[in-house]
Nanobody, 115 residues
């Protein structure tokens, strides 16, 4: 499974960004996909997950109500719509995909929120 993220950038606080993560390869093995983020000097933090097939979602408390994860199954792509962005959302955002025996990671996309 290969993952390619896009959509990061620089945005002012209160504005929105949408990240995309396109999966390729053995996508039929994917059970769930989602996002983590890592700010400088901090540990990697889980952000959101979407379950394949059923589409159940879950969010970290820090982003619940502001971020929305969704998927386009036909395109094997997962999206993270980020609204009401805050400076503390500044981080490198990483897409991941879980199979029964491995977790795959994308290369990351930078999100910077200015105050």
């Amino acid at each position: 499974v290969q993952l390619v993220e896009s959509g990061g950038g620089l945005v002012q606080a209160g504005n929105s960004l949408r990240l995309s993560c396109a999966a390729s390869g053995s996508t039929f093995r994917i059970n769930a996909m989602g996002w983590y983020r890592q700010a400088p000097g901090k540990e990697r933090e889980w952000v959101a997950t979407i379950i394949s097939g059923g589409g159940n979602t879950d969010y970290a408390d820090s982003v619940r109500g502001r971020f929305t994860i969704s998927s386009d199954n036909a395109k094997n792509t997962v999206f993270l719509q980020m609204d009401s962005l805050k400076p503390e959302d500044t981080a490198m955002y990483y897409c991941y995909a879980e199979t029964s025996d491995w977790t795959y990671w994308g290369q990351g996309t930078q999100v910077t929120v200015s105050s």
